[in-house]
């Protein structure tokens, strides 16, 4: 497997499937973070998955990611979408092109989540698909965006329902 993608969960998310259900679901990180891997093993990518509470340890661990050869990065930031200077600065810092993603759709929620520090930099976002924005087509064309792979977006058309 090559172009290896990292998944990065930042804080709280390590509640899902407890933490407010009827705004987040259900479903737990390990059943979304697996949701994720088989998608991307479809597509021969290899993942990489990173939950922490801590801003720093999250800066860290996409450093790390330049040296791993990491193509993308599709990161759900949680409240630090609204609040880091420090994790966008990483981001670029290392110049891997990545994609924000948020279970739920913050643009209904309260006026401080409309904000973030990610949206003007991610190559595309995901935003209010629940759980399914770790899965599906959302993220197989995130994928695509990201890597901007034709063989991705010719699976993409051929695995669509719409284009089937
Ligand atoms: O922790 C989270 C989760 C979130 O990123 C989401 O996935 O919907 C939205 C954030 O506003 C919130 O702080």
Known sequence: ?????????????????TREPQ???SETLADVVGLAKQNAEKLNVKLYD???????????????????????IIINPGAYTHTSVAI??????????????????????????????????AVA????????GYGTHSFISSLVALMGIPEYALDFVANSPKFA
Not at 4 to 13: A, D, E, R, S, T
Not at 58 to 71: C, H, N, P
């Open 1 to 17: 497997m090559t172009r290896p993608i990292l998944l990065i969960n930042g804080p709280n998310l390590n509640l899902l499937g």
């Open 23 to 25: 705004i987040y679901g």
């Open 50 to 72: 990173f939950q922490s509470n801590h801003e720093g340890a999250i800066v860290d661990r996409i450093q790390q990611a330049r040296d791993e050869g990491v193509k993308g």
């Open 88 to 121: 966008r600065d990483a981001l670029l810092g290392v110049n891997i092109p990545f994609i924000e993603l948020h279970v739920s759709n913050v643009h209904a929620r309260e006026p401080f989540r409309h904000h973030s520090y990610f949206s003007d930099k």
């Open 125 to 132: 976002i995901i935003v209010g698909f629940g759980v399914k």
